[in-house]
T-cell receptor
Framework: DGGITQSPKYLFRKEGQNVTLSCEQN?????MYWYRQDPGQGLRLIYY???????QKGDIAEGYSVSREKKESFPLTVTSAQKNPTAFYLC?????????????FGEGSRLTVL | SQKIEQNSEALNIQEGKTATLTCNYT??????LQWYRQDPGRGPVFLLL?????KEKRKERLKVTFDTTLKQSLFHITASQPADSATYLC???????????FGDGTTLTVKP
């Protein structure tokens, strides 16, 4: 089945630690995205990538980093510089090229900082 | 500044009635407007996309309208069922921006 796989589903981190969230897609999509969702709120864009080896900052990129070395993979690192990292993180992909169109989402990763 | 507003945080209706959700936006020129469903603890699931030159789109019990003059989209679920209970998100895709921006969502509860 084609889709997006995020791992881990739940993650606990101590303050001051970096953590990397995995996102893999087998939809052959060019574009990939990371969103953050806080309770009762919508999705806020962290980073996005329209093509391999290229990515752009979204609305809340501070304290996060990404890489796009392969078309199917777009890992997100939550660094110790992120002041309030506890949240639900969602990865998505789309065909790419021009307007976004339909987004396909993973099941999310819930990060809790202890 | 750019803003997307969904009419209310929560909407409660009786089974069988029509649910109407609103998405208003300012300072956007969206090529597409999309609606997604999100269940608790899950990723959003795409429902419908409507283009800037389309007025209305339907899919089974769902209907979306798009008024670029009013800068508003309405999302209707007819003959609602308890299984329709979820949070519904609208998303705007600015022309050639290569990204989508989401509203905060409306949580719909359909009571038997």
């Amino acid at each position: 089945d084609g889709g997006i796989t995020q791992s881990p589903k739940y993650l606990f981190r101590k303050e001051g630690q970096n953590v990397t969230l995995s996102c893999e897609q087998n939809l052959n999509h060019d574009a990939m995205y990371w969103y953050r969702q806080d309770p009762g709120q919508g999705l806020r864009l962290i980073y996005y990538s329209q093509i391999v080896n290229d990515f752009q900052k979204g609305d809340i990129a501070e304290g996060y980093s990404v890489s796009r070395e392969k078309k199917e993979s777009f890992p997100l690192t939550v660094t110790s510089a992120q002041k309030n990292p506890t949240a639900f993180y969602l990865c998505a992909s789309s065909l790419g090229g021009g307007p976004t169109g339909e987004l396909f989402f993973g099941e999310g990763s819930r990060l809790t900082v202890l | 500044s750019q803003k997307i507003e969904q009419n209310s945080e929560a909407l409660n209706i009786q089974e069988g009635k029509t649910a109407t959700l609103t998405c208003n936006y300012t300072n956007y020129s969206p090529a597409y407007l999309q609606w997604y469903r999100q269940d608790p603890g899950r990723g959003p699931v795409f429902l419908l996309l409507i283009r800037e030159n389309e007025k209305e789109k339907r899919k089974e019990r769902l209907k979306v309208t798009f008024d670029t003059t009013l800068k508003q989209s309405l999302f209707h679920i007819t003959a609602s069922q308890p299984a329709d209970s979820a949070t519904y998100l609208c998303a705007l895709d600015d022309t050639n921006a290569g990204k989508s921006t989401f509203g905060d969502g409306t949580t719909l509860t359909v009571k038997p």
